[in-house]
């Protein structure tokens, strides 16, 4: 069995991540650390494990264990990880934003590889430290990927993505209470969201010329998932395109594109991304729908964790969609 440790185990990713590991068939969770919970147990922050489990949040780390998950804030894996010296042998997997640009990739020795499967499916492999994408940039990469393989994303690209109030995390702000975000909805962050960095890093990957990324985050009224919308001038035909995506992802075991509209319910408690392909005139939508604590963060990082250690990839992520 694989040990695995949990940093930062309270928040909506920790908590995620201790649902799937517990039912993995290979893995054993070693400790949950938390500083502000330490001693007491698991369900006290996640009661919709009460039965599953009777572990308890630890103060401290074992730095010998076979993986390490880093859910801490933004700026905080850096921190930690130069404070606590984990064993050559441990492979840590950083939910933050502290590693995914490349030059943002090393630390004290540790090379950090970008960990979006779909494209960097041999290099995960043989890693042993994973930067886990972000939730948005998971959701328009696997939308425009195929496009900047292909050399067809010249002109300007409009993104709107509306998201779950969990993507803002378990502490409570003025925009994800209840009272504030339920029947609302506003964007915020303007053409300047942090997980622009990555997608860009990523779509230029093919030396292909790629038009200006114009994304509108939106704050949905809703917990979970991610419906992105991006289109672009496109002058071919929809069946080339359609088929274009299909081909780029016919070995990516947890992204689907759809025949049929697609809609967030569909993937909602799950590791999958589905993508829908639509041509008005000469425009391209691309629609593409994740939930952003599993694909857009817990359930990838298990993807990822399983591509390390040569295990089947579907391990622990055959989740069925909260469609209804």
């Not at 905080?76 to 130069?82: A, Y």
């Not at 328009?140 to 993104?159: R, V």
């Not at 915020?188 to 860009?200: D, M, S, V």
């Not at 990324?213 to 919308?229: D, E, M, Q, V, Y």
Request: glycine share 8%.
């Amino acid at each position: 069995m694989i040990k695995a440790g949990i940093i930062g185990g309270s928040g909506y990713t920790g908590g995620e991540l201790i649902r799937i590991l517990l039912n993995h068939p290979e893995t054993e969770i070693d400790f949950v650390y938390s500083t502000t919970r330490a001693g007491k147990k698991i369900t006290t922050a996640h009661p919709d494990l009460l039965g599953l489990t009777t572990i308890a949040f630890t103060g401290t780390v074992n730095l010998k264990v076979d993986v390490v998950f880093l859910c801490l804030g933004h700026g905080n894996s850096t921190k930690f990880l130069k404070e606590n010296k984990f064993s050559s042998d441990t492979k840590i997997i950083d939910l933050s934003n502290d590693f995914r640009l490349h030059a943002d990739a090393i630390l004290e020795g540790k090379e950090f590889v970008y960990g979006l499967p779909e494209t960097n499916k041999e290099k995960i492999k043989s890693a042993n430290y994973i930067a886990n994408p972000g939730c948005f940039a998971t959701a328009i990469q696997l939308a425009l990927l195929p496009l900047a393989k292909a050399g067809l994303l010249k002109n300007e690209i409009h993104i709107n993505a509306v998201t779950g109030s969990t993507g803002a995390g378990v502490s409570p702000s003025d925009t994800t209470h209840f009272s504030w975000r339920n029947n609302n909805v506003s964007w915020y962050k303007p053409f300047t969201h942090q997980h622009l960095g990555e997608i860009g890093e990523s779509l230029a990957s093919f030396n292909t010329p790629v038009g200006e990324l114009l994304f509108l985050p939106t704050r949905g009224n809703f917990p979970r998932g991610i419906l992105a919308t991006a289109y672009t001038v496109f002058d071919g035909e929809l069946d080339e395109v359609i088929a274009l995506y299909k081909d780029f992802y016919k070995n990516a075991l947890f992204t689907q594109v759809a025949d049929e509209e697609i809609h967030l319910k569909q993937v909602v408690n799950t590791n999958q991304c589905h993508i829908h392909l639509h041509k008005h005139n000469n425009r391209l939508l691309i629609t593409s729908a994740i939930d952003n604590l599993l694909k857009g963060a817990s359930g990838q990082a298990v993807q990822n964790m399983n591509l390390m250690f040569g295990l089947e990839e579907r391990s622990g992520l055959n989740l069925k969609a909260a469609a209804f």
